[in-house]
């Protein structure tokens, strides 16, 4: 798979980079306006992050060049705006996601990974890991053929960790991942726990291997 | 606190007040002095008539003596009385005060002591009149200038009312545009120009502080929001460094928990950061379109979005919803209003604590049990309830008092057994102006 990102500040692209090259993803890089130009005239992408302030132009303008190439290429905006003017503008024109800056890596990764699934997959998407099949149109798992009924929270849990495979997840990002802007008002990430206590009970009953580990006390880690 | 007009006119009436009492003694002295000499003038012409008609009748000694005995009887203000000696006496002229008894009452008398020579005898002829009391005449005079003290100042109050007001009024119009000027309301400021040199020169300086200040106030404002826009990139960089250093295959437990806390501080920072912009945001009137909004579907849903939170706590909700209620407002700002309330309720509840809701057309109250009062008036402002036992970012608060005050309406906050309660009065339909039939 493969990822251009558009961001002028390259520490970030570095970090991002850094993540998700540990998904197959490869990863390139535009740091302004001209060469993001270039490198969309030139290749296609299986997804593309966007930061809208750049050095030489607007990134809706890229945007708006995908679009009048008929392009395909799926599109995250990440921008430090979060402007809801922004966000519906960016999204009506056609960019299929939209990130506010600052974000943990691994909602990014699980973002991008929907996006592609999405856009790549319009038929038949199906994630398989052994014996764990998961439907992303119909939101139906199952575990060697006997389906397993997840809550709206628990199959969101399993999504993010199935597009976060061996990566350490905190409590914190989770809790943000399942109640976005009131998490970060609560103090209490606690629910997070009950929810995955449930999630690793559902998979396990229906026979389900063990990849859902928990590291330093708080982490998460789905091990495959 | 005294008007303008009323002191000016303070001045002079005390002014005219202090002329007029001195002209009284002035009046008098001036009046008894002109009567005096009249008088005096007059009895000497009375006495020179006196002597030389007595003279011209040529009487013998004996008819004189006669005739001025009759004439002491009938002529009233006139004594002939024989002169004790043949040499001539000085005469004599002086005021004098004594009871009279044919007024039955003391009388004063200017009275003139003088010879007069009939048949080559001298006779002492002492000629009084009555003149005026000195008290009486300076009542009238006095009576006469507070009489006229009260015409001055009647005049004094018409014509400052009159022409002062007219002169002020450049001065009463720009105290009303500033009455009027709201730092935040983004409009232009215009002062009405006079014909008054001294009024359009303040309207000039007023006009240059004042645009000085909504500049200061824009740069403040922007200042914010650059701020924290600003920020947003640079705490990217930190959390998207926190989270590879998370992936570090040597990372020890007591590293990964050194790196949890710089990330929780680090989403503390964040949330400060995200609230301060929309505050910012909030203020720059950036949320200006609205629309029809079912508050009662909008509550409902959301206790729905928290109710695992809700759980978390053991907390009991009740809610007596009013259905159908309609609002106009940002559909952003509402949602973002409701959450912090909620969470609030949430947050600052005591385990297996309860929560009520509470909405119909014309409020939403929110009730949740706590321990103890919170100081009501420091409450809606930024960052003044931060706490150790419960850090959140400082702003909820501010930032739903900041809300309602674009709207209008009216929140407020008491604590009553033991009961937090938030009440946001939505502007009274009953107020608005009825459409016209």
């Known amino acids: 798979m493969k990822l251009l990102i558009i961001e002028d500040e390259a520490e970030l692209a570095t970090s991002i980079a850094a993540y998700l090259s540990g998904e197959n993803y490869t990863c390139e890089f535009a740091a302004n306006f001209s060469q993001a130009i270039h490198k969309i005239n030139l290749y296609e992408y299986d997804c593309i992050l966007l930061d809208l302030m750049l050095p030489g132009g607007d990134g809706m303008q890229i945007l708006a060049e995908l679009k009048k190439q008929n392009k395909q290429d799926g599109v995250i905006i990440i921008s430090a705006k979060n402007s809801l003017y922004d966000k519906i503008q960016g999204l009506q024109i056609g960019a299929d996601d939209y990130l506010a800056k600052p974000f943990h890596l691994s909602e990014l990764s699980a973002r991008v990974f929907s996006v592609i699934r999405r856009k790549n997959f319009t038929n038949s998407n199906i994630v398989r890991q052994n014996e764990l099949q998961i439907d992303i149109l119909s939101k139906t798992i199952q575990v060697k053929d006997t389906p397993v009924t997840l809550t709206k929270r628990e199959y969101a849990l399993l999504l993010y960790f199935i597009s976060n495979k061996n990566r350490v997840i905190s409590k914190n990002a989770l809790a943000e991942h399942l109640s976005g802007d009131i998490a970060d008002m609560l103090d209490n990430h606690d629910f997070v726990y009950s929810h995955i206590k449930n999630l690793k009970k559902k998979l396990s009953d229906a026979g389900c291997g063990n990849y859902l580990k928990s590291v330093y006390g708080t982490g998460y880690r789905w091990e495959i | 606190m005294n008007r303008l007009l009323d002191k000016s006119l303070k001045p002079l009436a005390i002014y005219a007040l202090i002329v007029l009492l001195l002209s009284i003694p002035a009046y008098y002295f001036i009046v008894d002095r002109i009567w005096v000499s009249e008088l005096d003038k007059h009895q000497y012409v009375l006495r020179d008539k006196i002597e030389s008609r007595l003279v011209k009748l040529n009487l013998p000694d004996s008819t004189v003596e006669q005739t001025i005995n009759i004439w002491n009887k009938i002529e009233p203000g006139f004594v002939f009385t024989a002169h004790p000696t043949d040499q001539v006496i000085k005469d004599s002229v002086y005021t004098t005060m004594r009871f009279d008894d044919f007024l039955q009452d003391r009388e004063q008398f200017r009275a003139l002591s003088t010879s007069v020579r009939i048949n080559n005898k001298h006779y002492r002829l ?130 990964y928990n050194i790196v949890e806390s710089a990330h929780t501080a680090l989403t503390r920072v964040s949330r400060i950061n995200k609230n301060l912009l929309l505050l910012a945001r909030i203020e720059n009137h950036q949320f200006a379109d609205h629309e029809n909004i079912d508050l009662s579907i909008l509550l409902h849903n959301m206790m729905e979005m928290l109710s695992e939170h809700l759980e978390q706590k053991q907390l009991t909700l009740e809610n007596i919803l009013q259905p159908d209620v309609k609002i106009e407002a940002n559909s952003v700002l509402l949602e973002v209003l409701i959450n912090n309330l909620l969470i609030n309720a949430i947050r600052h509840n005591s385990i297996k604590g309860r929560i009520s809701i509470e909405l119909t057309e014309h409020r939403l109250r929110l009730t949740n049990t706590g321990s103890h009062t919170l100081a009501a008036n420091k409450l809606f402002k930024r960052f003044s309830t931060t706490s150790t036992e419960t850090p959140g970012s400082g702003l909820g608060l501010a930032i739903i008092k900041q809300i309602c005050d674009l709207y209008q309406w009216k929140v407020s906050y008491s604590f009553i057994n033991n009961l937090h309660i938030f009440t946001i009065s939505f502007k009274d339909p009953i107020t608005l102006p009825a459409p016209s039939s």
């Open chain 2, 126 to 255: 002492l000629i009084e009149t009555n003149m005026e009391e000195a008290d009486e005449t300076v009542t009238a005079i006095s009576l006469a200038a507070i009489f006229f003290f009260l015409l001055l100042l009647g005049g004094f109050i018409l014509l400052i009312r009159r022409t002062s007001a007219k002169i002020w009024q450049p001065f009463y119009i720009t105290l009303d545009t500033l009455r009027k000027f709201k730092l935040n309301s983004d409009q232009e400021i215009s002062f009405t120009p006079s014909d008054t040199q001294e009024f359009n020169e303040l309207n000039d300086s007023l006009s240059k502080l004042l645009i000085r200040n909504v500049n200061v106030y824009k740069q403040q404002k922007e200042f914010t929001e650059n701020v924290s826009h600003e920020l947003q990139t640079p705490l990217a960089i930190v959390q998207s460094k926190l989270d590879l250093l998370f992936q570090h295959p040597t990372l020890t437990n007591d590293q």
